[in-house]
T-cell receptor, first 117, second 112 residues
Framework: GAVVSQHPSRVICKSGTSVKIECRSL??????MFWYRQFPKKSLMLMAT?????????EQGVEKDKFLINHASLTLSTLTVTSAHPEDSSFYIC?????????????FGNGTRLTVT | DAKTTQPPSMDCAEGRAANLPCNHS???????VYWYRQIHSQGPQYIIH???NNETNEMASLIITEDRKSSTLILPHATLRDTAVYYC?????????????FGKGTHLIIQP
C-alpha cells in the first residue's frame, strides 16, 4: 500500500515553455502533498506544501509564480514549471502521507527529471 | 525538528550486515526517528521508524539507544541493490502538515 505515482518520469522542454508534473496517491487519500527539488549530488530540498482545496505554502526562496501548484483532489497534485529556463533543470519529487496527525511515514514518487534546453 | 549527524559514506561487503549510525543528541521526547534511502535517480524509499523501542521489519532493524540520542539502522544481509544514500530524520508525531527535512545522509556502498 501507500503508493505515490509521478508522471512523467523524464521531460525535456525548450527554454520559455511550461511543463506540468503530476503526483497521484494511488491507494490512499492525501490532504497534504509535498514537492521537493534535487540538484545533482545534493540532498532533497523542500519547495512547497500542497494542500487540497487551498493555496500551496512555499518555502523561502521558491517563486510561487514560477512553480504553480494545484491540489485539485485528495489524490492529485500538480506542479507546473512556468517559463522554464536551463537553471530549472533538476529532479523534482513529490511525496504524500495518509494521515496528518499520526506518525505514518511520507511516501515518495519516483521523481521527474526535467531538462530545459 | 532535531538535527541529525551521519557519516558521509560507508562500505560494506555483500552478504554482511550493514550498520548505519545516526546521532540525534537534541531529540525531543515526542520526536520519532525515521530512516529513508534513495537509490540513484529514484525517489526516497521509506525503511523504518521508531520512538524508543527497537523496531524490525522485512527491510531492516532499528536500534535506538536508551537515552535516544543515537540510533543504528541495520541491514542484516546487504546486497548490491542496497547501495544507496541513507537518510536519518527525526520529527514530531503529528507533523503531518510539515515536509521532511533531508540532511546529506550516508552513502552506503555494498562491495561484491
Amino acid at each position: 500500500g501507500a503508493v505515490v505515482s509521478q508522471h512523467p518520469s523524464r521531460v525535456i522542454c525548450k527554454s520559455g515553455t511550461s511543463v506540468k508534473i503530476e503526483c497521484r496517491s494511488l491507494d490512499f487519500q492525501a490532504t497534504t502533498m509535498f514537492w521537493y527539488r534535487q540538484f545533482p549530488k545534493k540532498s532533497l530540498m523542500l519547495m512547497a506544501t500542497s494542500n487540497e482545496g487551498s493555496k500551496a505554502t512555499y518555502e523561502q526562496g521558491v517563486e510561487k509564480d514560477k512553480f504553480l501548484i494545484n491540489h485539485a483532489s485528495l489524490t492529485l497534485s500538480t506542479l507546473t514549471v512556468t517559463s522554464a529556463h536551463p537553471e530549472d533543470s533538476s529532479f523534482y519529487i513529490c511525496s504524500a502521507r495518509a494521515d496528518r496527525v499520526g506518525n505514518s511515514p511520507l511516501h515518495f514518487g519516483n521523481g521527474t527529471r526535467l531538462t530545459v534546453t | 525538528d532535531a538535527k541529525t549527524t551521519q557519516p558521509p559514506s560507508m562500505d560494506c561487503a555483500e552478504g554482511r550486515a550493514a550498520n548505519l549510525p545516526c546521532n540525534h543528541s537534541t531529540i525531543s521526547g515526542n520526536e520519532y526517528v525515521y530512516w529513508y534511502r534513495q537509490i540513484h535517480s529514484q525517489g526516497p524509499q521509506y525503511i523504518i521508524h521508531g520512538l524508543k523501542n527497537n523496531e524490525t521489519n522485512e527491510m531492516a532493524s532499528l536500534i535506538i539507544t536508551e537515552d535516544r540520542k543515537s540510533s543504528t539502522l541495520i541491514l542484516p544481509h546487504a546486497t548490491l541493490r542496497d547501495t544507496a544514500v541513507y537518510y536519518c530524520i527525526v520529527r514530531v508525531a503529528g507533523g503531518g502538515a510539515d515536509g521532511l527535512t533531508f540532511g546529506k545522509g550516508t552513502h552506503l556502498i555494498i562491495q561484491p
